[in-house]
């Protein structure tokens, strides 16, 4: 295990959960209420049999995702990882894209191309969409002859967002099109600069996404709508100055 350096991956199938590791193999379960003591992760405890950070994308997704690339959205690949527990196992999920810049029902964007749905997918996906359901818009797209399963598996509880068929692509990118327009007529009136106004802080914050994660916005009376003049960093620390 500790000579175990380098990340194999396992299987070809395309597994989105491919990279989702299990950090803890046997996690104590009383630690689950000690979550405030950062626990010191020992490497060799970790298993990283399934899990590549930095894989490359299979045929399969690389072909479908590349079809996003020159549109007008905002994208990154991988980029950022979402810790899940289940069954008192942890695992980290990294989407294979992320849309910024607009949101759909006031949620950021992910779009997940997933070509075979595996057991563990379904218990994955059903635990991201638990917690993160009033973040994230989770926007699978698969093979039209899975689509079934994945109706059927969802039923129960959700899976994702909204799911289309790879051949719908096209349909896909118009209808992401729609949504951003959508946003940006609701919110073309919101300032799309910010700099904190304490001295010395120095914050500054471009568009509605980064102004809302440092700045905020605030409704007027008059119904105006104005960033907040202190960044969020600021506010949290004004009465101790
Ligand atoms: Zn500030």
């Keep these: 295990m500790s000579s175990n350096k380098k ?22 379960k009383s ?13 060799d405890l970790v298993d990283f049999t ?17 079809n996003m690339k020159d549109k007008e959205f905002q994208i ?9 527990e289940v069954n008192s196992k942890n695992y980290v999920y990294i989407p294979d ?24 997918d379904i218990i994955k996906y059903r635990k991201f969409i638990k917690e993160y359901k009033n973040i994230y818009h989770l926007i699978m797209i698969v093979e039209g002859s899975q689509l079934r399963k994945w109706n059927e598996n969802s039923k129960k509880s959700p899976l994702f967002n909204d799911i289309w ?3 719908d692509i096209k349909d896909l990118i118009n209808y992401l099109n729609e949504e951003k327009l959508n946003f940006e007529k609701k919110f073309h009136n919101f300032p799309q600069e910010a700099f904190c ?12 996404d980064e102004i809302e994660r440092l700045f905020g916005y605030r ?23």
């Design 7 to 28: 990340f194999k991956i396992l299987g070809s199938g395309s597994s989105a959960f491919r990279e989702l590791f299990e950090i803890l193999k046997n996690k104590d």
């Design 97 to 120: 894209m992320m849309i910024f810049g607009f949101r759909i029902n006031d949620r950021k964007i992910i779009v997940e191309a997933h070509e075979n749905l595996l057991e563990e």
């Design 165 to 167: 068929v790879k051949d």
């Design 76 to 84: 990154e690949f991988k980029h950022r990882k979402f810790p899940l």
């Design 50 to 66: 399934n899990f590549n950070p930095n894989r490359d994308f299979s045929k399969w997704e690389t072909k479908i995702l590349d």
């Design 197 to 208: 106004a304490r001295k010395g802080c120095g914050e500054e914050a471009k568009g509605y």
């Design 219 to 241: 409704k007027m009376k008059d119904k105006k709508i104005i960033v907040q003049s202190y960044c969020r960093y600021c506010r949290t620390i004004k009465h101790n100055i």
């Design 31 to 43: 630690s689950h209420y000690k979550k405030k003591k950062k626990k010191a992760v020992k490497l």
